[in-house]
């Protein structure tokens, strides 16, 4: 009996580490041929350490793309839209959640169905409108179009729900006006939900390809994600010693911000997107 | 009652204020090209020309000539099957792996979850060089072992199963999450009075654990119906579609289509909207009679 829990338990870890090794792989492949030249990259006996090493890759890029610029501007557009983003969807969270008045439902519905509308069918019109208005290569056309998500503001409005309503009257007695029990009652009792939406919406529009892609004509004008798509040499070739570098600085960013943030990003699809 | 219908009033306005720039945003980018892209489905226009109407013409086209459509319509239809079976497979195997909260499993699950979180088209590349023919990763793995890999990207037989495959490590990470949530939920009680019974963990997976993640069966399904539906980024960054139309699906047909013909783009974009529309409301009526709490 003993042994076969032991025997057990190690092709657990066994399958374990297969499963880790899985999904890890392609990153160890990505950092491993950031370091070494276009050469080794390409050379057809495998070696799972690079073969001399060096940032040689990363200076290269640096001095041959705005990759410094790309990295500005995803940041800049992810930073702006949540900022946007949270503000606008907390307060119509917290309307739908708390208050009473004419035409609830039919907000309500708004928000669903907005909800179920994926960019891909909108994203030709919305595209047009942007022509139309001068917005192509300007941050607004990057930001202002994904500075609101219908899923965010559900989310939010589930989560505002569960707090008793007995502590906002609470604080309306004691002479709290609306804006005021949102912000000493509400904020402070969803942190987790908050802390999720943001960093839900960090991976989303950090990661996002269609829209920028399309609403970013010039080089300057992109970021990191659709920069990184165009690297080609003419030819049809790949410059591989450069995508890879650039790969990982698209990548850092987010990983780190999962290592340290982890539960708010797992917390959002077991609880929030599970009951959608 | 005269305060009652005061506050009321201040209730509503103070409502609408707080509503006001959500609703801006929602129908200025959400509602309105919503509105628009049925209306630009009836019109043949390429941005530089006049907009002529030609009512359901497009749709005829699509559905009846438009052999690369019709293309897009298998292949998306191909690639969702496929990745379906491979990704709830792998995720509930995953989830079942990893669902005790020791050491081992959380940091399991952390590991499936990076896929998640990077940019889908910065990892697409990086597969693109793993599945290089020639210096790639798996086919120097292949002649290592005295075999001969496939042409994969290049190979218009294969290419969308290789995208698929991409996507299936890209995603699996975030359905094994879900799943083991779902998990967490089953009554320990339940388990406990199958092992009295002498139920083994095969019979108590299809007795017991299966049936009982039906509502988590659901929701993952149709997230990964819907989600199916709209690929797009990774193949257009790893294939461009091709080669020919092997990778072209829905999404990556609209999107190729923006420039030069919006009539089109747009009708197809409303055949995407009809689908997704179709699985939610699926969704809605399904989900009723299987959720077992909520």
Known sequence: ?276 | MLQMTKTRKKDAIEAYAMLLPAAILLILFMLWPMINSVYYGLFKWNLVGDKVFVGLDNFRFMFLQDKSFQRALFNTVGYTVLNMLLTLTLSLGCALLFEKTNKLSVAGRCIAFIPVVVPITVMGMVWKMIYEPQFGIINQAVSALGGQGPQWLYDSNIALVAVVIFNVWKEFGLYTIIFIGGLHKIPKELYESASIDGSGPWRTFWTITLPMLRPIMYFATTILLINSFKAFDHIWVMTGGGPGNATTTLVTYIYSKVFDNVGLASAASFVLFAIVLLITLIKAHVGKDGEVDA
């Open chain 1, 1 to 276: 009996m003993r042994k076969k829990t032991v025997l057990l338990h190690s092709s657990k870890v066994l399958i374990l580490l297969l499963a880790s090794l899985f999904s890890l792989f392609p990153f160890l492949i990505m950092l491993k041929s950031s370091l070494e030249p276009y050469t080794s990259i390409v050379s057809l006996d495998f070696h799972m350490l690079p073969q001399n090493p060096s940032l040689n890759n990363y200076i290269d890029v640096c001095k041959n793309y705005p990759i410094l610029r790309w990295f500005f501007n995803s940041s800049f557009v992810a930073a702006t839209a949540i900022v946007i983003n949270m503000v606008v969807d907390i307060f119509a969270a917290y309307t739908l959640a708390r208050i009473e008045y004419p035409g609830k439902k039919a907000t309500n519905t708004m928000v669903l169905c907005a909800q179920i509308v994926p960019v891909q069918v909108i994203v030709v019109p919305l595209y047009l409108m942007m022509v139309q208005w001068n917005w192509v290569d300007t941050y607004r056309g990057l930001i202002l179009p994904v500075a609101i998500s219908p899923f965010i503001i559900f989310f939010l409005k589930q989560s505002f729900m569960q707090i008793p309503r007995a502590l906002d009257e609470a604080a309306m007695i004691d002479g709290c006006s609306r804006v005021g029990v949102l912000r000493n009652v509400i904020l402070p009792n969803s942190m987790p939900a908050l802390g999720t939406s943001v960093v839900l919406k960090f991976m989303w529009i950090w990661g996002d390809y269609m829209w920028p892609s399309l609403v970013s004509k010039s080089t300057e004008m992109r970021t990191l994600p659709v920069a990184v798509a165009t690297f080609q040499r003419a030819g049809g070739t790949y410059p591989w010693e450069l995508i890879m570098p650039a790969a990982v600085l698209s990548s850092i960013p987010i990983i780190l911000l999962f290592l340290f943030l982890q539960k708010y990003f797992i917390a959002g699809f077991t609880d929030g997107a599970v009951k959608g």
